[in-house]
């Protein structure tokens, strides 16, 4: 079975940056370049909303519009995992940040890591 684990979080000022981690083990079938991965944040009171995607080779991604030109997304095959750069944090960046992968039609997602944008 798939494990994703993600690290990274914490506390950090408005306008700082905040690179997160996921990574992934537990493969037997398959690797880690076999999944396309997500990421999503949920925010206090909120529902889960799509952040950043990137294909299996890395070679393209898609970017949520709250988080367009401040979030980079990539990963690295070999290490089995996938890091979120996020610089220009504004409060609204807050939530608990979840890891998704994906093959086909099955999913599987981490526990998340809190990121708090506060002054």
């Known amino acids: 079975q798939v494990h994703l684990v993600e690290s990274g979080g914490g506390v950090v000022q408005p306008g700082g940056s905040l690179t997160l981690s996921c990574a992934a083990s537990?493969?037997?079938?398959?690797?880690?370049?076999?999944?396309?991965m997500n990421w999503y944040r949920q925010a206090p009171g909120r529902q889960r909303e799509f952040v950043a995607a990137?294909?299996?080779?890395?070679?393209?991604?898609i970017y949520g519009d709250s988080v367009k030109g401040s979030f980079t997304i990539s990963r690295d095959n070999a290490k089995n995992e996938m890091y979120p750069q996020m610089d220009r944090l504004e409060l609204e960046n807050t939530g608990e940040y979840y890891c998704?992968?994906?093959?086909?039609?099955?999913?599987?997602w981490g526990r998340g890591t809190q990121v708090t944008v506060s002054s």
């Open positions: 998704n992968g994906v093959r086909g039609s099955r999913g599987c």
């Open positions: 537990g493969f037997t079938d398959f690797t880690f370049s076999d999944y396309a």
């Open positions: 990137i294909t299996r080779a890395g070679d393209n991604t």
